[in-house]
């Protein structure tokens, strides 16, 4: 069983202990909060003999063989770094990083210490993911893609009353392109590669971070429009357009359903998706393969791509927030590009 130790308290991270347990080859064993009952009330939940810390250095030398991270996210780069240096593997929730500079550094540092980092970035380790890209042609036969994911979140209620919650702080790295935005780049440049160009045409709010936005990547042949937002709703599906036809999902952060409208026919086909109650356990028996066997060059393979993967969105979104006056406390040590 793998070690599995918990950095951060929060709904998400209920989701991925309860996946990982469910997967059959995890274990809970620490849980870290700056309040130890806050800890305990955490860990409460789950069966086993599990330590709880409120010291982050006692906390990583535990025996824990991975730490998933879902704190504030400008607290990731500090906590993984910390996590890599004591010798774990480290799974770190979206968005993983606030910038290219700190995902450079996680990167190499996992690298020099023969250990693994992961972004959970759970649409991309779906079985439907994976269905729906093998069903895709060839570039020269796409013609475009609109993805939308917009939906209301009760903070802003908090904004609106004139607080600053984390996630929509420039000092915690917040914002809609931080958070479901990245489902929708996930997919883009998980399916069709790195853009060319990249655009936004940010609603900024009162914060200084973007609430919701309107994103272009510019590839050789077509273009994929994206919405997504976190002060509004949207129920519009996500779309690919194809030269015969137009590929209909139901949704671009989760796969429930996936038609293609065949133009010559008339004729609606049904892809063959099927979606979990826990839409987080593909991804932890994903990583749980890797840990296990990190010697399997077939899956060092397929590991390389996601962390190649994660290095592509997160310099995307860095672009993105550039355009649009975006600046987080962590982008300081950014160097000149």
Request: hydrophobic fraction near 40%; glycine fraction near 8%.
């Amino acid at each position: 069983m793998i070690a599995l130790g918990v950095i951060g308290t929060n709904w998400i991270s209920h989701q991925f202990v309860e996946a990982a347990i469910a997967t059959g080859e995890y274990e809970l064993k620490g849980v870290y909060s700056r309040k130890l009952a806050t800890a305990q009330e955490f860990g409460g939940k789950y069966s086993g003999e599990i330590f709880y810390e409120t010291d982050l250095e006692r906390f990583l030398a535990g025996e824990l063989d991975v730490v998933y991270i879902a704190s504030p996210n400008s607290l990731h780069f500090s906590q993984a770094k910390a996590t890599l240096l004591a010798g774990k593997y480290v799974i770190v929730e979206k968005p993983a990083f606030s910038n290219p500079k700190e995902m450079a550094e996680i990167i190499e540092l996992a690298n020099q210490k023969g250990l693994l980092y992961f972004e959970a970035a759970r649409n991309l380790h779906e079985k439907a993911f994976t269905t729906i890209s093998e069903f895709l042609p060839v570039k020269g036969q796409i013609l475009g893609a609109n993805f939308t994911y917009m939906k209301y979140s009760s903070r802003y209620d908090q904004v609106l009353a004139g607080e600053e919650p984390n996630i929509f702080s420039p000092r915690f790295s917040g914002g809609s392109v931080q958070d479901l935005g990245i489902y929708t780049l996930y997919a883009a440049l998980g399916w069709f590669g790195m853009p060319q160009e990249v655009y936004y045409f940010a609603r900024k709010i009162v914060t200084g971070v973007d609430g919701m936005g309107t994103i272009i990547l510019r590839y050789d042949l077509f273009d994929v429009t994206i919405q997504q937002g976190k002060i509004a709703d949207s129920f519009l599906p996500s779309e690919i357009y194809l030269t015969d036809g137009t590929l209909r999902l139901s949704g671009i952060n989760a796969f429930e359903e996936a038609h293609f409208y065949q133009r010559r026919t008339g004729e609606t086909k049904e892809l063959p998706i099927t979606s979990l109650e826990n839409p987080m356990i593909e991804e932890a028996r994903n990583f749980a393969q890797i840990i296990k066997q990190p010697n399997d060059p077939k899956l060092g393979l397929r590991y390389e791509e996601w962390v190649e993967l994660s290095r592509n969105v997160n310099e995307v979104i860095y672009h993105l927030r550039q355009q649009a006056g975006i600046v987080f406390e962590g982008d300081r040590n950014m160097k000149e590009e």
